[in-house]
């Protein structure tokens, strides 16, 4: 169990819909990072967010957006969803910059089904 | 950008060892790591090596380190069915927010 918490584990929805995905970083974490996984894809990396703020931007679609709250939980919002964003969404949280490797502890993710 | 590349899949049969292989492209990487994803669950840290290191054991892992060649790679020695996983090769940035990059992950199956 690495600590870090998602909901909800499956979620099948229609093209069109919008959808929460959301994540609770392991104690103390400030960073949070959403990945999505694909089967032609991979791994991407979407976004972080460190103490509340957005620190970087990778592949993520405008349809696409993300938030963390002062207790430091986060949501994925993805709307307008289409039969390509089915996926596996992961967060993953860390520590404080400078601590050690800097080690990504992921959550077991969310299987999204768009139909 | 940043890039990371690894091979796509991987058989061995039970008992020989394994070499999955990553190349990556910042020079300015200061940690590169080994992540285990089991079927159905998330990415777990194995094993990271800092860059100024050519070489990390841990018990039937071994990470090598060719910073000249941006080559990473990983041996496991030993190979069980239990080790049958998707195995990511990261890369940390030395820049701005320390991005981290993920290779597209290796499929080990093993063989009994």
């Known amino acids: 169990d690495s600590g870090v918490t998602q909901t909800p584990k499956h979620l099948i929805t229609a093209t069109g819909q919008r959808v929460t995905l959301r994540c609770s970083p392991r104690s103390g974490d400030l960073s949070v990072y959403w990945y999505q996984q694909s089967l032609d894809q991979g791994l991407q990396f979407l976004i972080q967010y460190y103490n509340g703020e957005e620190r970087a931007k990778g592949n993520i679609l405008e349809r696409f957006s993300a938030q963390q709250f002062p207790d430091l939980h986060s949501e994925l919002n993805l709307s307008s969803l289409e039969l390509g964003d089915s996926a596996l969404y992961f967060c993953?949280?860390?520590?404080?910059?400078?601590?050690?490797?800097?080690?990504?502890?992921f959550g077991p993710g969310t299987r999204l089904t768009v139909l | 950008g940043e890039d990371v590349e690894q091979s796509l899949f991987l058989s061995v049969r039970e008992g020989d060892s394994s070499v999955i292989n990553c190349t990556y492209t910042?020079?300015?990487?200061?940690?590169l790591y080994w992540y285990k994803q089991e079927p159905g669950a998330g990415l777990q840290l194995l094993t990271y090596?800092?860059?100024?290191?050519d070489m990390k054991q841990d018990q039937r892992l071994t990470v090598l380190l060719n910073k000249k060649d941006k080559h990473l790679s990983l041996r496991i020695a030993d190979t069980q069915t239990g080790d049958s996983a998707i195995y990511f090769c990261a890369e940390r940035s030395s820049g701005g927010y320390q991005k981290v990059t993920f290779g597209i992950g290796t499929k080990l199956q093993v063989i009994p």
């Open positions: 090596i800092f860059s100024n290191m």
């Open positions: 993953a949280s860390s520590a404080r910059r400078g601590q050690g490797g800097n080690e990504q502890f």
């Open positions: 910042d020079s300015s990487s200061t940690y």
